[in-house]
């Protein structure tokens, strides 16, 4: 499976910068895209956020950046980015498995969906103590199922990490346990 990962995208104090955005900004329960835009708190519970608008367009830039890298790892053309959300998991968050392109009646351009961006804005313990200070949360790891082989590729959350992967991998995010799991995602479209 094509997998772009970039384990420095974004420095400790950009990711910084985002979050405090995010606390400052208004949050819906995430909505879920099939023939009508609804939320179910059964298939993904995770608040998305609205953040600072320049603060947005300054990650958007930083993505734009990236859009090369991407396109060569992906080995695929890449068109315009759909735009970024920034998603806040609580604790016993989730999004059960799904893909991030098809052909759905409630959001027609998720058929031209070619890349999934997601940067982590903190990270994830993983067989060490939780350090909610620095941020850190428990579980919430990425985990894409790129075949019928049932063996799953799963992404340890770190801040900054940046992961781009084709839009129709089955993916999802495993819950979270203690703490908060904060990301940045994105699309781009068909080239």
Same mark, same amino acid.
């Given at each position: ?47 998305? #956020?609205? #953040? ?41 968050? +989730? ?31 993983? @067989?060490?103590?939780? @350090?909610?200070? @620095? ?19 799963? #992404? ?8 781009? +992967? ?26």
């Amino acid at each position: 499976m094509p997998l772009l990962i970039e384990p420095r995208f974004l420095a400790p104090g950009d990711c910084d910068r985002i979050r405090r955005a995010m606390d400052r900004g208004d949050g819906d329960a995430a909505e879920i895209v099939g023939d009508t835009i609804v939320t179910s708190s059964t298939i993904r519970r995770t608040t998305s #956020i609205e #953040i600072d608008p320049d603060v947005r367009e300054w990650f958007e830039r930083r993505l734009d950046d990236c859009r090369p890298a991407i396109a060569h790892a992906l080995g695929r053309p890449l068109g315009r980015r759909e735009g970024a959300g920034f998603l806040r998991y609580p604790p016993e968050g +989730f999004y059960l498995p799904h893909r991030d392109r098809g052909d759905v009646a409630g959001w027609p351009a998720a058929a031209r969906r070619a890349a999934s961006v997601v940067v982590f804005l903190n990270g994830s313990t993983t @067989n060490r103590p939780l @350090n909610s200070q @620095n941020g850190e949360f428990e579980g919430g790891l990425l985990c894409l199922h790129p075949d019928s082989t049932g063996v799953p590729v799963q #992404i340890t959350p770190e801040a900054g990490l940046l992961v781009a +992967f084709p839009a129709e991998v089955l993916h999802e995010v495993l819950r979270v346990g203690r703490g908060t799991r904060d990301a940045a995602v994105d699309w781009f479209y068909d080239g």
